[in-house]
């Protein structure tokens, strides 16, 4: 670009754009156009190099253009830094400052209007059937929910048989929550323990549920956040907890779901039946006619379904399938997530042979029957 025509257009911000990009072998330098309200006409891009702006009153646009520029044509490339950081540093140092201190009363505003808005969910809900929590959430809340402001009853995912498979949530709750309510204390104490946990414990079984329940809930009535742990896998799904939930739930407190390890998801993840339909019985009847029709029931639906039963009554149960329906396929799964675990498939028969050669009936058993016969 021609000095005189740069020194022109620099002197008089209404010089056309057209002009600007005119020039000779200098006007092959870029120029880049942004938004900025510049303050000096000079800005060091490289050494030996400097940017002449020009900047109109009327817009916000700016054209850099880029010329070598010899120290006797003009400003250095150091003197082109020191310039424009001497000139600008106090003007950038107030509007920083300003910002600062909105973004600062801006979180404030957000943090009181979320105490605002759980203060407000307790003294409405208090006491009714229904609970609405508050629609503002903070994206740096912890790793539980804590936008409610009532206690709150956490039901707990724990391990099948390897401790590791805790989840990362589940352990932060079972730390943060006041009491844990457990299907066996010994039991849930082997995990706690696993993961240095330090709680007060209080039993919720199957036997004593209808007991417990109302305790637990005047707990909660005093502020107390409660984990609820079944033995191994997911609460209620064969568990105790249902019962606990109602009556949580009925008194108008939340009940939040931490979900986790389950040996019905488990063992369905490597089945590769057909189908897309899986039906959960958990255990059957123990007595011989009502067990044996509930079964007879199941088969005649032609859909995949899963029972889990004791080392104890195992092979009576394959013996039960096998005279049922001898071409049915099965998936056994067997401790599983533990150090033994074994999924064999095969006809009940197939399984029975397996189990007894073996000599491997020992550990809780689930079973995952096909919906459609051999071949």
């Given at each position: 670009m021609n000095?005189?025509?740069?020194?022109?257009?620099?002197e008089n911000p209404g010089y056309s754009k057209a002009a600007l990009f005119q020039g000779g072998a200098a006007g092959r330098a870029v120029p880049v156009s942004v938004r900025f309200a510049a303050a000096c006409r000079v800005f060091t891009v490289a050494p030996g190099a400097a940017v002449y702006i020009h900047e109109s009153i009327f817009s916000?646009?700016?054209?850099?253009r880029v010329n070598p520029l010899s120290p006797a044509e003009g400003m250095t490339a150091k003197g082109a830094?020191?310039?424009?950081?001497?000139?600008r540093i106090k003007a950038f140092s107030i509007p920083l400052f300003i910002v600062g201190i909105a973004a600062f009363v801006s979180g404030c505003g957000d943090y009181q209007k979320q105490k605002y808005c759980q203060k407000q969910d307790y003294?409405?809900?208090?006491?009714?059937?229904?609970?609405?929590?508050?629609?503002?959430t903070r994206q740096d809340a912890p790793i539980h929910n804590t936008i409610y402001s009532m206690a709150t009853l956490y039901m707990v995912a724990t391990p099948i048989g390897n401790l590791q498979d805790m989840t990362y949530r589940a352990v932060e709750v079972l730390k943060e929550v006041d009491v844990i309510a457990c299907e066996d204390t010994r039991q849930s104490a082997k995990v706690l323990n696993h993961y240095g946990i330090r709680k007060h414990l209080i039993s919720c079984r199957a036997r004593n549920e209808k007991q417990s329940a109302p305790g637990i809930l005047k707990l909660m009535e005093e502020g107390k956040d409660i984990a609820y742990v079944s033995d191994a896998g997911t609460p209620v799904l064969s568990d105790p907890g249902r019962l606990l939930v109602r009556t949580v739930r009925d008194a108008g407190f939340p009940v939040i779901p931490l979900?986790?390890?389950?040996?019905?998801?488990t063992l369905i993840s490597v089945c590769g039946f057909p189908g897309k339909t899986y039906h959960?019985?958990?255990f059957l009847p123990q007595k011989g006619a009502k067990r044996k029709k509930r079964l007879a029931d199941l088969l005649e639906r032609e859909e995949s379904f899963m029972v889990y039963e004791s080392p104890f009554r195992i092979l009576k149960l394959l013996q039960e399938l096998s005279e049922l329906d001898s071409e049915r396929i099965c998936l056994l799964g067997r401790e599983m997530t533990k150090k033994f675990e074994e999924y064999p498939e095969g006809t009940a028969d197939m399984l029975i042979n397996h189990l007894e050669t073996e000599?491997?009936?020992?550990?809780?058993?689930a079973i995952l029957v096909s919906?459609?016969?051999k071949g």
């Amino acid at each position: 670009m021609n000095m005189n025509l740069a020194s022109r257009s620099l002197e008089n911000p209404g010089y056309s754009k057209a002009a600007l990009f005119q020039g000779g072998a200098a006007g092959r330098a870029v120029p880049v156009s942004v938004r900025f309200a510049a303050a000096c006409r000079v800005f060091t891009v490289a050494p030996g190099a400097a940017v002449y702006i020009h900047e109109s009153i009327f817009s916000s646009a700016v054209d850099y253009r880029v010329n070598p520029l010899s120290p006797a044509e003009g400003m250095t490339a150091k003197g082109a830094f020191r310039c424009f950081f001497k000139s600008r540093i106090k003007a950038f140092s107030i509007p920083l400052f300003i910002v600062g201190i909105a973004a600062f009363v801006s979180g404030c505003g957000d943090y009181q209007k979320q105490k605002y808005c759980q203060k407000q969910d307790y003294y409405n809900n208090f006491g009714n059937q229904q609970y609405t929590p508050c629609s503002f959430t903070r994206q740096d809340a912890p790793i539980h929910n804590t936008i409610y402001s009532m206690a709150t009853l956490y039901m707990v995912a724990t391990p099948i048989g390897n401790l590791q498979d805790m989840t990362y949530r589940a352990v932060e709750v079972l730390k943060e929550v006041d009491v844990i309510a457990c299907e066996d204390t010994r039991q849930s104490a082997k995990v706690l323990n696993h993961y240095g946990i330090r709680k007060h414990l209080i039993s919720c079984r199957a036997r004593n549920e209808k007991q417990s329940a109302p305790g637990i809930l005047k707990l909660m009535e005093e502020g107390k956040d409660i984990a609820y742990v079944s033995d191994a896998g997911t609460p209620v799904l064969s568990d105790p907890g249902r019962l606990l939930v109602r009556t949580v739930r009925d008194a108008g407190f939340p009940v939040i779901p931490l979900p986790g390890v389950s040996a019905f998801s488990t063992l369905i993840s490597v089945c590769g039946f057909p189908g897309k339909t899986y039906h959960f019985e958990g255990f059957l009847p123990q007595k011989g006619a009502k067990r044996k029709k509930r079964l007879a029931d199941l088969l005649e639906r032609e859909e995949s379904f899963m029972v889990y039963e004791s080392p104890f009554r195992i092979l009576k149960l394959l013996q039960e399938l096998s005279e049922l329906d001898s071409e049915r396929i099965c998936l056994l799964g067997r401790e599983m997530t533990k150090k033994f675990e074994e999924y064999p498939e095969g006809t009940a028969d197939m399984l029975i042979n397996h189990l007894e050669t073996e000599n491997h009936v020992k550990g809780e058993f689930a079973i995952l029957v096909s919906g459609e016969k051999k071949g």
